[in-house]
């Protein structure tokens, strides 16, 4: 180090440490939440563009009705960035706490920490934030979601068990840059890497989304004839991946195994047809357990940093008897 900035790193330090002795400058501890009978809360969801997020939206829409608080609901219509602006605008309109299902997880950082600078504590639903930049209990609550490495890997184990001899793998992935994604790739790749037996012919991103993820399956089995297996994301692009397959003159659940993750009524109701194989059940109800941690952290507890879901599974076996309670 130079003299220079040796200097420059001492004075930056005393100038620092003498903010903090004035209290000018709180080291923003993660803000806390007043017991209040009401409150004004934000909703800062990603994009309505698919029943999985609308399922989301309206389970918080009905349990901030339920406790009578004032709800700020924003739509980032698929755009990281007007997500950060809409939680932006929610510090300035004062609300008491933000629920945020961040779109990705390194562009919603700046967010999180504009509300904790704010003094607004944050809960992150459904998605999460790059854990190297943010930390639960220091920059936001808690995240409040399931495991998405463990989703991936309990379609594998199943594929694992009954390929019946198909091992040639398309990988529909989900929104770029998205915990979901990553993770449900991660947990996925690794544990069919694992199993052996296995190739991932081609892997790209369908965003979720149903015709987009038709069209990437279109043009992948194009590519790849010989494959004969699809692992999707989620059931909106296993839904559209099952149009490309019947429209290559193909039979899904025959010719290509088709898996996913999600669970909601269509894709369950395609299992119990044969059309899916297995679905990994990703529930979206958030409202009541966002509502009872909020609760607990007004009452001042200490919130675990990851409040977990707990995801049921469907496949042949179960598909038909349990569609009535799938969302
Ligand atoms: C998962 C959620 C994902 C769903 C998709 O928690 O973020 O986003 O799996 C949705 O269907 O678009």
Redesign the pocket.
């Known amino acids: 180090m130079t003299e220079f900035s040796r200097r420059t790193f001492m004075m930056s330090a005393a100038a620092l440490s003498a903010l903090a002795a004035s209290g000018k400058v709180a080291f923003a501890e993660l803000p806390k939440l007043a017991k209040k009978d009401k409150y004004k809360v934000g909703f800062a969801q990603?994009?309505s563009?698919?029943p999985?997020?609308i399922a989301q939206t309206n389970s918080m829409k009905e349990h901030a009705e339920k406790n009578g608080y004032q709800l700020v609901y924003t739509d980032a219509a698929s755009s990281a960035a007007k997500q950060v602006a809409d939680v932006n605008s929610m510090i300035a309109q004062g609300v008491d706490l933000i629920f945020l299902?961040p779109r990705e997880e390194k562009p919603l950082i700046p967010a999180v920490m504009a509300a904790k600078k704010a003094g607004i504590p944050v809960i992150l639903l459904?998605?999460n934030v790059d854990p190297s930049l943010a930390k639960p209990g220091e920059d936001y609550v808690t995240f409040i979601?399931?495991d998405?490495i463990q989703e991936g890997q309990r379609v594998a184990e199943w594929l694992a068990k009954n390929a019946n001899g198909k091992s040639k793998i398309i990988e529909l992935e989900?929104?770029t840059g998205?915990s979901?994604a990553n993770d449900r790739k991660k947990g996925f790749d690794d544990a069919i890497n694992k199993a052996g037996g296995f190739t991932i012919l081609a892997s790209q991103t369908g965003d979720?989304a149903r015709d987009k993820g038709r069209q990437v399956a279109e043009a992948l089995l194009q590519a790849h004839p010989d494959a004969d297996i699809v692992y999707a994301?989620?059931?909106?692009m296993a839904i559209g991946a099952i149009s490309a397959i019947e429209a290559a003159g193909k039979v899904a659940g025959k010719d290509i195994i088709v898996l996913s993750?999600?669970g909601g009524k269509e894709a369950v109701g395609l299992c119990a047809e044969g059309k899916i194989a297995a679905v990994v059940e990703?529930n979206?109800r958030f409202g009541p357990k966002a509502f009872e941690t909020m609760a607990r952290y007004a009452k001042g507890e200490t919130i675990e940093p990851w409040v977990k879901n707990v995801d049921k599974f469907y496949d042949a076996t179960n598909a038909k008897a349990e569609l009535a309670d799938a969302y």
């Open positions: 990603t994009e563009n698919n999985w997020r299902a459904d998605r979601g399931s998405f989900g929104t998205s979901p979720f994301h989620n059931d909106e993750i999600d990703c979206p």
